[in-house]
């Protein structure tokens, strides 16, 4: 079983910036592609970033050119850092993470709680 934990959300000015980071605890896995998706009310869920763990990454349209993913292998911990936020970009954002488990040989997708950026003057 893996948790991951997501912290960093919280209320910024329209132009402003936050860094949120998800953390994956657990035993004997092993993390492939870490990402971050976001679900504003009353829409479905997207996708706004991907990295794999040999750093390649992909972004919503939405966001390309604002937000930069990361991810700290050693820490299996994953970045989002967020430049030039706009109303639109308010929402819950989950992170993701595709593992394996070495005990059981099996493929797992997992889900954070959620963290809420608002951005709002």
């Known amino acids: 079983q893996v948790q991951l934990v997501e912290s960093g959300g919280g209320l910024v000015q329209p132009g402003g910036s936050l860094r949120l980071s998800c953390a994956a605890s657990?035993?004997?896995?092993?993390?492939?592609?870490m990402g971050w998706y976001r679900q504003a009310p009353g829409k479905q869920r997207e996708m706004v970033a991907r990295?794999?763990?040999?750093?390649?990454?992909n972004y919503g349209d939405s966001v390309k050119g604002r937000f930069t993913i990361s991810r700290d292998n050693a820490k299996n911990t994953v970045y989002l850092q967020m430049n030039s936020l706009k109303p639109e970009d308010t929402a819950v954002y989950y992170c993701n993470a595709d593992t394996y488990d070495f005990r059981v040989a099996q493929y797992t997708n997992y889900w954070g709680q959620g963290t809420q950026v608002t951005v709002s003057s």
């Open positions: 990295i794999t763990s040999g750093g390649s990454t």
């Open positions: 657990g035993s004997s896995f092993s993390i492939n592609v």
